[in-house]
């Protein structure tokens, strides 16, 4: 029940020991718990730090505030503060319990029983409580589980999954994550089986998930169990490519989760149905419509540069990796051409058009236009003496209008 983390130095990071000093000086107790805890004892990096504490959330705010640290409320309902020291933000929870729960959102009271809160946290090896010293309070053989590799609800998954049906992503996710292997266990028997629950929760707290299952080194095995499990019937039932999904974790430069959603779903009709029910960015749904399985690969050498330039780097890289995951090997070219060709810049601008006598107004801009569309033709050759002619015959000619 009780155990030494295998490493302390995390716990030094500014914030953490501002909160702690702040606390504990006025009385409180505090201990790290969840994610920052258990990635230590795997020896993963450890991310946000999360604390909690017997006071509460009023009582931490005001003490915050009272040594000098911003508190944030940003759950102040459940019970958390996020305080900012040197912008380096740590939330802190007071203890509490859920009173009352309905799927999506907890009625909660507060406690200074650790044991309590234990019981309302997901997953054993989320629930594990370490002070200063490392010493780890451990409820429920979460440290045993984290050796095992193994994901386990506390208490019976199904009631736990009734309260907050957002577990049950929680629960791939962390599966997906921490690279565990998908069990064939109750668990996941209880998460297929209250799937249906998903529909209730809403879209911000799911695309937060998605998006953390998408953004795993190797997203590969959780989301291929959630499709088996019908897990995403609901919220991204054009999920069905996994196959694209896995070709492109093993030629993708990093972990894209919106690259590697237009992947799974490529041939979805409406895109943009998609990025609204997972709360897309403005940039995130441009890039998921851009990337049209109906297009053709261009072929020459020349058409590849032409398209890496219109397009920009960025852009063709991801309509590269796109088709290529989709196992159209003739993709190829247009990734590696991105990798090793940087497309050079029109040699002539607005003031050479200005220069050659064209008055300001928009012929300036069809002249360019025009000039620009020639030398992209002409695979980039023409040099900037041979586009000034050009230039200046539009000039005479008396502006882009006419071809
Ligand atoms: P990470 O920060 O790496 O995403 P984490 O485990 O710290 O993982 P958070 O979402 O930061 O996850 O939550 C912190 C802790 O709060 C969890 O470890 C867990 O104990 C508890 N928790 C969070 N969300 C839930 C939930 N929906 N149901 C039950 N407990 C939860
Ligand atoms: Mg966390």
């Known amino acids: 029940m009780t155990a030494q983390l295998p490493d302390t130095r995390w716990m030094a990071r500014t914030g953490a020991v501002a909160v702690f000093d702040a606390l504990e000086s006025a009385g409180g107790t505090v201990r790290f718990v969840g994610g920052c805890v258990r990635d230590c004892f795997l020896g993963r990096p450890v991310g946000d730090i999360d604390l909690c504490t017997d006071m509460v959330p009023d009582t931490v705010r005001s003490t915050l505030e009272n040594a000098g640290i911003r508190a944030v409320p940003t759950g102040i309902d459940y019970g958390t503060v996020t305080a900012v020291?040197?912008?380096?933000?740590?939330?802190?929870?007071?203890?509490?319990?859920?009173?009352?729960?309905?799927?999506?959102?907890?009625v909660v009271s507060f406690t200074t029983d650790f044991r309590e809160d234990s019981l309302r946290r997901d997953f054993t090896i989320n629930a594990l409580y370490a002070d200063r010293s490392g010493a780890v309070t451990d409820f429920h053989d979460g440290i045993a589980d984290l050796a095992a590799q193994r994901l386990r609800f506390i208490g019976?998954?199904?009631?736990?999954?009734?309260?907050?049906?957002?577990?049950?992503?929680?629960?791939?996710?962390?599966?997906?994550?921490?690279?565990?292997?998908?069990?064939?266990?109750?668990n996941r028997d209880a998460c297929r089986a209250e799937r249906k629950g998903l529909a209730q929760l809403s879209a911000e707290r799911v695309a937060m998930e998605i998006r953390k299952i998408l953004g795993a080194p190797n997203p590969c095995p959780a989301v291929a169990a959630m499709m088996e499990d019908g897990i995403l019937d609901y919220w991204l039932p054009e999920a069905r490519d996994i196959d694209a999904l896995r070709c492109l974790n093993e030629i993708e430069f990093g972990p894209d989760p919106v690259l590697r959603l237009a992947v799974l779903t490529a041939g979805a009709t409406q895109a943009a149905d998609?990025?609204?029910?997972?709360?897309l960015s403005g940039v995130e749904r441009d890039r998921l419509s851009a990337l049209d399985p109906n297009m053709t690969a261009p072929v020459s050498a020349a058409q590849v540069r032409r398209l890496?330039?219109?397009?920009?780097?960025?852009?063709a890289r991801d309509l590269g990796l796109f088709g290529r995951a989709r196992g159209q090997d003739e993709w190829t070219i247009l990734v590696e051409t991105v990798e090793c060709w940087t497309p050079p810049s029109l040699p002539v601008q607005g003031r050479d058009v200005l220069d050659a006598g064209v008055p300001t107004g928009p012929d300036v801009g069809r002249i360019l236009d025009r000039v620009e569309t020639y030398w992209i033709e002409s695979d980039f050759e023409p040099d900037r003496s041979a586009l000034m002619e050009l230039v200046r015959e539009a000039a005479k000619e008396g502006g882009g209008s006419q071809k």
């Open 156 to 186: 019976d998954a199904t009631s736990r999954i009734r309260e907050d049906y957002l577990r049950i992503l929680r629960f791939y996710r962390f599966l997906g994550q921490l690279e565990f292997d998908i069990p064939d266990d109750e």
């Open 308 to 315: 890496a330039y219109r397009l920009g780097p960025e852009a």
């Open 274 to 279: 998609i990025a609204d029910r997972l709360k």
């Open 85 to 106: 020291v040197h912008g380096d933000p740590v939330e802190v929870t007071s203890l509490r319990r859920d009173v009352e729960t309905d799927g999506r959102r907890a």
